[in-house]
C-alpha cells in the first residue's frame, strides 16, 4: 500500500490545523505557504475532508478551516481512509492460498492498527519536538 500526496498533504493540513487548534480559523493559503504546497491542491483535499466532519469551514474576513472535533479524536486513519479509501495492501480473495489470505491480513490489519492508535494530537506534537518527518509512515 502507497499513500499517495493526496492522504500526506491531507494530514499536513490536519497537523496544521491541530497546531493552531484555539487559535481561530486559518485560512489554507497560510497553510500552503508555510509548507510550500499547492493552495489549489489543498482546496481539493479540505472538501472531502470537511464533507466527512473532520474539519469546519469559517466563511468572510477572517475565515478558514477549524477542526471539527478535538485533535485526540482524530485519527491519521480517519484521514487516510477519507482521502485514499480503504486501508488494504490488496484485495483478499476467498480462493486465495490459505498462507497468502494470511499474510495479507495480517498486514492489512498492521497498518490499521497503527493509523488507529495514532492520533493528530500526536502527529502535532511529534512535530513540535522538531522531528519533521516523524508523521511520514513508510510501509
Known sequence: ???STKGR?????????AKKSGEGPIALKSIAKEHSLSEHYLEQLIAPLRNAGLVKSIRGAYGGYILAREAADITAGDIIRVLEGPIS???VLDDEEPAKRNLWIKIRDAVKD????????????????????SYMFYI
Open 89 to 91: 495492501p490488496v484485495e
Open 9 to 17: 498533504y491531507g494530514l499536513t493540513i490536519m497537523i496544521a490545523l
Open 1 to 3: 500500500m502507497k499513500i
Open 114 to 133: 497503527v493509523l488507529d492508535n495514532t492520533t493528530l494530537e500526536d502527529l502535532a506534537s511529534y512535530e513540535d519536538e522538531g522531528s519533521q518527518d
